[in-house]
């Protein structure tokens, strides 16, 4: 967003998290901002920009246009979740190991089974 400020001074407002603010001096051709000054990207792009003429007196050629591929749809049920590099699937050291834990249900006292796969029935209420 750009305000003017005076004679040859505008405010210039980034639009990014920190809202900074800048002063841009046209008749020095310098930001406060310091990350760009005319005279330097004249010096160093001197002898790489050249000016080209307007697409219509372009030289035509024989050749069609490039276009890219085709998109072509994957078969079957697409992919919910990404494929995990090789490092991500080595074991974590750690974490504890689920191997030994038998589950035990509280009413029962027995091994093995929860709520849903005991076969003693609930007491009355």
């Known amino acids: 967003m750009t305000r ?4 040859h001074h505008y405010e210039v407002k980034h639009i990014n998290m920190a809202r900074d603010t800048f002063v841009v001096h046209l008749s ?9 000054m005319k005279e330097a ?4 792009y001197h002898p790489i920009i050249y000016l080209v003429n307007d697409q219509h007196l372009w030289t035509t050629i024989e ?5 890219p591929p085709p998109i072509k ?7 919910k979740r990404r494929n995990k590099e090789p490092r991500e699937l080595q074991r974590d050291e750690t974490k504890m190991k689920r ?4 589950t035990q249900f509280s009413r029962c006292k027995q091994h093995g089974h929860n709520k849903i ?9």
């Open 4 to 7: 003017w400020s005076g004679e």
């Open 28 to 36: 020095m051709k310098e930001c406060s901002c310091r990350k760009w």
């Open 41 to 44: 990207y004249e010096i160093v």
């Open 63 to 67: 050749y069609p246009d490039v276009l």
């Open 73 to 79: 749809r994957m078969l079957g049920r697409p992919k």
């Open 99 to 102: 191997t030994g834990f038998i």
């Open 117 to 125: 796969t005991c076969k003693i029935p609930p007491p009355p209420l």
